[in-house]
């Protein structure tokens, strides 16, 4: 059976584009319903300390949204934890932003 990287590298170089990015923002989005999970706190809840809506957390988690570095640092941090960034220049240096 073919790994995904086989079958992507037999597609044209736009449809791996759009397969690679549509990948990124489900993996995002399936990190933050695990974070939230692991601290045991429901969507409703995370609306609260947040100041939203229950939808308004489900929309952020949802696979096709591609939700604002400000958006991240805000559920993150209503997760009592701290977001940061973390940047690998072609050189392999490595720059972390704490956000």
Do not use: C
């Not at 409703?44 to 958006?71: C, F, H, W, Y």
């Not at 977001?83 to 704490?98: E, W």
């Amino acid at each position: 059976m073919a790994t995904y990287k086989e079958l992507l590298a037999k597609e044209s170089p736009d449809m791996q584009t759009r397969v690679v990015k549509r990948v990124e923002k489900a993996t995002i989005n399936i990190v933050l319903g695990h974070l939230r999970d692991e601290l045991k706190i429901s969507q409703a809840e995370l609306a609260a300390i947040i100041g939203v809506k229950q939808p308004s957390v489900a929309r952020i988690e949802q696979a096709d949204n591609d939700p604002r570095l400000s958006t991240l640092k805000r559920y993150v941090k209503a997760l009592g934890g701290e977001l940061s960034l973390d940047v690998k220049l072609p050189t392999g240096k490595r720059i972390a932003f704490h956000l």
